[in-house]
């Protein structure tokens, strides 16, 4: 009766959700600009405080044209903007690793990198390791370690070990900590981080 | 894609448990078939897809974003307040403070009077001063920090060691005692006259904060005259009533949802100011308002575990008999009414026999931010001082620690009045068997003796403790529904914290109808549409919740019973539910298969309505453990790293063995926080506030401070009293004896007896240097 | 919340110092301490110029003489995992190695460490203390725990937080400045300020200027480099006491070589006392015993960090009896 890795248990889909009054944000400000995508859309003149700047965002492979102001950080413009909530605010100020995304595929902490820095990147988030209502791999690893409690530092924690396998598909108890000792878990689940991670590695490689 | 509708009955012919006669209470379970297991939560999949929609990722249409301001002073009185420049900011679309007629409410009923949603004294840095909303969330702090404020700075007390002094500061007009608390039994001086040997040592916990990863907050949206609030919450019918109270409103037109949050420890059991504050500004802007503290107010506002300062005296005699107990302790709650030494003693009370024993408690107001209930309030602390003295009388009398507390076990509360007996108490196993499979014995040899060589240093500890409460009590009352295929539906008030609350319900009920936890869809934690419950948390969430639980399924399997008897003409005495049909016993060609009940079709659900029922009279229930844990010390450095723990633990049944492991590497996690990093400063000497109010000065334990090498070990007592599953609780007793366990054993290592939280390399150093030489 | 600014993402150095010249712009490297002094209003920044668009400061590469040169972006991790360094620049790497968490080391530049703010939590809460303008140090009667035991000279007591910088300065580095009068090379010994110079800067640098990169000399052979670091939490946690070492020896003999403390000072501290008891010694116990003590020499312990003396004492004691195990 173990959980099937790939599809989540009992098949649950990402659609039930979508029953809770409206979580995420709406799409108002964004509008997508496939001829965009990659181009430098950065001020070359100064962009003064308190007003919005045009930023192309590529974002898990779409690319989001939103307005930005310059202080705004990846964070808020992927969560508040795009919509996707996935990264999770935690401290903003770079000290617990709920925000992880990949940027080039390496992990960093979207609260202290500002969105007008992206341009021209590839931002991963949690939602982008999905593979339509399947779970990506590092995920499907959790689920089957039970790597999480409340679930808000997960986020985080799945960014970090994905980030980790694609730098080292096969990483030690040793170098699977360090990989996740820039992401606190208050609930204290570090073991099962830690096994998912292995895991994680396994199924990767096809084990 | 698979049929999975035909996928509802887990393994055909799995026994599944007797139904009792209408109006009969279940017995408890014996052997399980799905409860036990190891199985992932029936809610992996939200959380680790981001699909989970947390209080703070909820986005309503044209939705306004909160700020506050907060005194920056530990007390304080405020002249005045200009927002003038704040208000013409751009965004800004509401200011409220004291000034605000609408804003004139009273937040909390307190015994030095009642506290106001602005207060006009600040009696603790970060009190709230005044709130913005704005377009965006940049916009409310640029607004919140152009409000000026006029402050009568007034003088403070930050060390609750110094409140009772003459001349200190006052912080209510009443004095700074809180409360004082005494107990005793039997005769302290006879036992102490008794005692081969009588130690006494002081101990001190820092104060810790909670810091969930969630921050708190909530959004918040009326519709006319209903207003609906998405908090980030234990307990939503607790921010539901407060919310009620405040604001004046029937409890029917206050909503509280809370489907998912992000960790609270006790934070959480109660809403906020800026909950109130969120709802006012939403009526008054007429929009939907979201509210989330930052990272460093959380530090400053929502709750703390108070420091302790605590003195045990013990007697003993030679063969380890505990003759007489004495503790004190001083702590404080912080501004207001708080339970700053709550259950700090009721270790030294309850955990070991013992005739004669007192406790005296002094709780005293200082200017700082009230604490909250944080897992297992006065436990961890009260264990840090009782279980180190344990460790320092098996010393002095040359005993195993083991065996010391082997020898002095109750099977009794002594501490409630009549001595109730446990309704099971394995505290016994988890130290014999805790000992055993850690190879304590071997482990502290082996650890003796490589000690004289190396600058690296090992050592063996271990500590014991018991849960105040964990039994679980009423009310609660949930409702399974059963569709006509056999899928089930459960409607529960309770919030599942992370601790996995829902899959150990999706378990009973399956447990129950013979069907696939995946079979059963949760409804919770949401006022509008679920079932009363209490807040989840004092380990008590499942003791309390699954026995309703239960009993609803158990109500529903009746129910289909009757239908099968009046389908199959029989009595439905005779007739046996077995998940997928109902046959009768007599003559297994009567039977029927649940989808094929006409009146069910007709019907179209199954309503069962479970209650929990009272505790057993005259007993009492509560969870044991027992954790022993390896260390290093560098002697040169004072780096401590903790190579490996075991957590014996009985919480009665284990429910999910998955989950269950993962609350006691969780607690032990805390434990360490406790024990080696976690400590709240107050610049105490010049100005009252607090310096390290953020996750970089106030350390939690990472992934590198915590062991790879964790083993949990479940005794599983048959507990046929406490309710009808034998569970009790787990998420506080996993946290109760770890901090104690690491003291004792850097003790076992280096010879030093570090009495004061946290044991960092600051600390331990010096204690190293200012040892005497060794020989 | 961050407050507004102006920002900039100029694709020239001389186009970034010219903007860097004017009012109170800051440079933004990883960002990843900028950010934070921005959150919590530490000094005004009316003006933010990325360095991002500026490709050519990036990376590592060795120099015709077989030294190193690191561009000010290059990425911390990009560092502490470059073959190079780690083999023939031990002590760097494991330095780099050690900042903050990972995705601070990989967003982190080497420019942006050894420029970054202090962390005295004084000067990062909302207090207002000598070194952004106020009258006081809240430190030097306050919760000095963290803070140093060299160099207060009784004004400001912070301890610089950088890893990287004492392992610069203990394998003779220098930076190559960029402003608008040109550009310079400054030995990293050179680069800090003490607070009785100027308590409200923490390098050199001038208005405008920025690091462009930084050269380290090719290691004389015999050359052993290393950086130990003691902290109150495993992960993300700046330096209680600290010591990179690059230590010159002639078989089991130190020829000569640095000893430069962290979490010490205001600025990366050498400990001329440890580095003249081992030159031209072998590290025996005894003399491992000397140096371990006079580390501590001429120290100016504050209320609550007495400890220090005892850590760097045990922590030299243990870094150099590896050294000689290893020589
Ligand atoms: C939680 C946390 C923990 C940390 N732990 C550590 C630690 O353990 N050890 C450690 O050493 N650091 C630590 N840091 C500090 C910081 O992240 C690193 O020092 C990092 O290397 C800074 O680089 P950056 O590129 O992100 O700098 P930025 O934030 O971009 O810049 C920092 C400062 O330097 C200036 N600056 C940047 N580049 C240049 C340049 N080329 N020329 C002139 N001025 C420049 C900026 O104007 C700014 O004032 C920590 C930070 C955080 C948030
Ligand atoms: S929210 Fe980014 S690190 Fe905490
Ligand atoms: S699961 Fe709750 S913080 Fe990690």
Redesign the pocket.
């Known amino acids: 009766m173990s959980a099937n890795p790939t599809n989540g248990p009992g098949g649950i889909t990402r659609r039930n959700f979508l029953t809770t009054v409206g979580a995420g944000a709406i799409g108002a400000a964004v509008s997508e600009n496939a001829l965009a995508a990659g181009k430098e859309v950065a001020p070359p003149q100064v962009t003064p405080a308190g007003r919005s700047v045009e930023v192309a965002l590529r974002v898990n492979g779409r690319t989001h044209v939103v307005q930005a102001e310059t202080r705004w950080t990846l964070l808020h413009v992927l969560r508040e903007v795009i919509g996707l909530t996935g990264a999770k605010p935690g401290c903003e100020?770079?000290?617990c690793g709920a925000c992880t995304v990949l940027i080039d595929g390496i992990p960093r902490y979207a609260c202290l990198t500002l969105a007008v820095e992206v341009q021209g990147h590839d931002v991963t988030t949690l939602e982008g390791l999905m593979d339509g209502e399947k779970l990506g791999t590092v995920q499907a690893a959790f689920v089957e370690a039970d790597a999480f409690q409340c679930g808000y530092c997960t986020p985080g924690q799945v960014m970090a070990v994905e980030g980790l396998l694609r730098a080292n598909p096969n990483p030690s108890v040793e170098e699977i900590r360090r990989g996740v000792s820039g992401n606190l878990c208050r609930c204290g689940a570090y073991q099962h981080i830690f096994k998912a991670a292995h895991r994680a590695a396994e199924l990767k490689a096809g084990k | 894609m698979a049929d999975e509708s035909k996928d509802i009955y887990y393994v055909e012919g799995t026994p599944i448990p007797e139904t009792p006669l209408p109006g009969k209470e279940p017995p408890p379970w014996r052997e399980t078939s799905v409860v036990g297991k190891a199985l992932p939560r029936v809610d992996a999949y939200e959380r680790v897809s981001g699909s989970a929609a947390y209080p703070s990722d909820v986005h309503l249409p044209n939705m306004l974003h909160g700020a506050i301001l907060r005194c920056p002073h530990p007390h304080a009185r405020i002249r005045r307040i200009d927002a003038s420049a704040a208000a013409k900011l751009p965004g800004v679309r509401m200011i409220i403070s004291g000034n605000t007629p609408e804003a004139d409410l009273i937040w909390k009923k307190d015994p030095v009077g009642d506290m106001r949603l602005f207060e006009p004294i600040c009696r603790f840095e970060g009190d709230v001063v005044a709130a913005v909303a704005a377009e965006t969330p940049y916009q409310a702090w640029d607004a919140a920090h152009a409000i000026s404020v006029d402050y009568e700075v007034l003088p403070f007390v930050a060390d609750e060691r110094q409140a009772l002094k003459p001349g200190v500061p006052v912080v209510h007009p009443k004095g700074n005692v809180s409360k004082t608390d005494r107990y005793e039994r039997g005769d302290i001086a006879q036992g102490f006259a008794a005692a081969d040997v009588v130690l006494e040592e002081s101990y001190r916990t820092e104060c810790e904060l909670h810091t969930p990863l969630e921050p708190h907050g909530c959004v918040a949206n009326w519709d006319g005259r209903s207003l609906t609030i998405w908090e980030s919450s234990q307990g939503v019918y607790a921010v539901q009533s407060r919310v009620a109270e405040v604001l004046k409103l029937p409890l029917a037109r206050v909503r509280v949802i809370g489907h998912y949050m992000g960790g609270g420890f006790g934070s959480k059991l109660e809403p906020g100011k800026y909950t109130i504050i969120a709802a006012l500004m939403a009526k008054l802007s007429g929009r939907p308002v979201r509210l989330f503290l930052t990272r460093e107010e959380t530090y400053l506002c929502v709750g703390n575990r108070p420091p302790t300062n605590m003195t045990v005296k013990a007697g003993v005699k030679r063969d380890g008999t505990l003759t007489a107990l004495e503790f004190s302790v001083l702590g404080t709650g912080g501004a207001y009414t708080a339970g700053g030494t709550s259950l700090a003693d009721w270790l030294a009370r309850d955990l070991y026999t013992c005739p004669n024993v007192r406790t005296i408690s002094t709780d005293v107001f200082i200017n700082a931010g009230p604490a909250r209930a944080f897992r297992a309030p006065g436990h961890p602390q009260g264990a840090w001082a009782l279980e180190q003295m344990m460790d320092t009388l098996a010393e002095a009398i040359g005993m195993d620690p083991v065996q010391l507390r082997l020898k002095n076990i109750p099977s009794v509360s002594q501490a409630r009045e009549g001595n109730p007996p446990y309704t099971s108490t394995a505290f016994k196993e988890c130290l014999e068997l805790g000992a055993a499979a850690f190879g304590w014995e071997k482990a502290r040899g082996e650890a003796r003796a490589q000690r004289a060589s190396r600058h690296i240093r090992r050592g063996v500890g271990m500590a014991g403790g018991l849960w105040f409460a964990g039994g679980g009590r009423p009310p609660s009352t949930v409702v399974v529904k059963l569709f006509p295929d056999g899928s089930a539906n459960l409607n529960m008030g309770a919030s599942d914290l992370g601790t996995g609350t829902k899959t150990v319900m999706a378990m009973v009920i399956a447990e129950e109808l013979g069907i696939k936890p995946e079979a059963v869809q949760i409804e919770c934690a949401d006022t509008g549409t679920t079932q009363y419950a209490t807040p989840s948390g004092g380990s008590k969430t499942v003791p309390t919740e699954a026995p309703a639980v239960r009993n609803a399924a158990v109500q529903v399997k009746q129910k289909l019973l009757e239908m099968a008897a009046e389908a199959l003409k029989v009595d439905a005495a005779e007739l046996v539910y077995r998940g997928r049909d109902i046959a009768s016993r007599q003559d297994s060609s009567k039977r029927i298969a649940v989808k094929d009940l006409e009146a069910l079709k007709r019907q179209g659900i199954v309503v069962g309505i479970g209650y929990r029922g009272p505790n057993p009279k005259n007993m009492t229930t509560h969870p044991f453990a027992a954790q022993f844990c390896e260390v290093e010390v560098n002697m040169l450095t004072g780096e401590l790293k903790i190579l490996r723990f075991l957590a014996a633990q009985d919480s009665g049944r284990v429910m999910n063995r998955l989950t269950y492991g993962n609350q006691v590497i969780g607690g032990i996690t805390m434990g360490i926080g406790l024990a080696a990093t976690e400590q709240r400063i107050l610049d105490t000497g010049r100005t009252g506030k607090m310096v390290n109010r953020n996750w970089?000065d106030y350390k939690l334990p990472t992934a590198l401070d915590v062991p790879v090498d964790v083993t949990v070990l479940p005794v599983e007592p048959v507990d046929t009293a406490a309710n009808n599953t034998g569970a009790k609780g787990l998420g506080e007793p996993a946290t109760i004896p770890t901090a104690a366990a690491i003291a004792n054993a850097v003790y076992h290592a280096t010879g030093l007896r570090i009495t004061c939280t946290p044991i960092h390399p600051q600390q331990l150093v010096q204690r190293l240097a200012d040892r005497p030489k060794e020989g | 919340m961050l407050p507004s600014f102006d920002y900039i993402r100029p694709k020239s150095v001389q186009a970034a110092i010219t903007h860097l010249a004017t009012g109170s712009a800051?440079?933004?490297?990883?960002?990843?301490?900028?950010?934070?002094c921005l959150r919590e209003r530490i000094f005004p920044v009316g003006k933010v110029v990325s360095?991002s668009g500026l490709p050519e400061l990036r990376g590592v590469s060795e120099t015709a003489d077989g030294g190193l040169r690191i561009g000010?972006l290059t990425a911390?991790s990009a560092l502490s995992e470059h073959p190079i360094v780690i083999k023939r620049f031990g002590g760097l790497a494991q330095a780099a190695g050690e900042?903050?968490s990972p995705q601070?080391r990989n967003?982190?530049?080497l420019?942006?460490?050894i420029?970054?703010?202090p962390r005295c939590w004084y000067y990062r809460t909302d207090f207002t203390c000598l070194r952004k303008g106020g009258g006081t140090c809240f430190a030097v009667d306050g919760e000095n725990q963290f803070h140093c035991i060299f160099g207060g000279g009784g004004t400001c007591f912070i301890v610089h937080?950088?890893?990287?910088a004492p392992a610069l300065v203990a394998l003779n580095a220098t930076a190559r400045l960029a402003g608008p009068r040109g550009s310079r090379d400054v030995p990293l010994e050179k680069f800090f300020v003490l607070p009785e110079v100027d308590v409200q800067r923490e390098t050199v640098?001038a208005r405008g200027e920025?690091?462009t990169e930084i050269r380290i000399p090719p290691p004389v052979s015999g050359t052993r480099s290393s950086y130990r670091k003691v902290r109150a939490r495993r992960s993300?946690?700046?330096a209680l006491a600290g010591v990179a070492m690059a230590l010159r020896f002639d078989r089991k003999r130190v020829i000569d070589g640095r000893v430069v403390l962290s979490g010490a000072a205001p600025i990366p501290w050498r400990s001329k006392e440890v580095e003249q008891i081992v030159r031209g010694k072998e590290l025996t116990v005894d003399v491992i015993a000397a140096a371990a003590k006079a580390v501590t020499s001429g120290a100016e312990p504050l209320e609550k960090n007495g400890y220090k003396l005892a850590l760097f004492q045990g922590m030299i004691e243990e870094e150099l009896t590896l050294m000689a195990a290893s020589a």
Do not use: Y
């Not at chain 3, 800051?26 to 934070?36: E, F, P, S, V």
């Open positions: 100020r770079g000290e | 970089h | 800051q440079a933004h490297a990883g960002g990843t301490d900028l950010m934070g360095l000010a911390l900042v903050g601070l967003q982190g530049t420019g942006g460490n420029c970054q703010k937080p950088s890893d990287t640098l920025i690091v993300w946690d700046f």
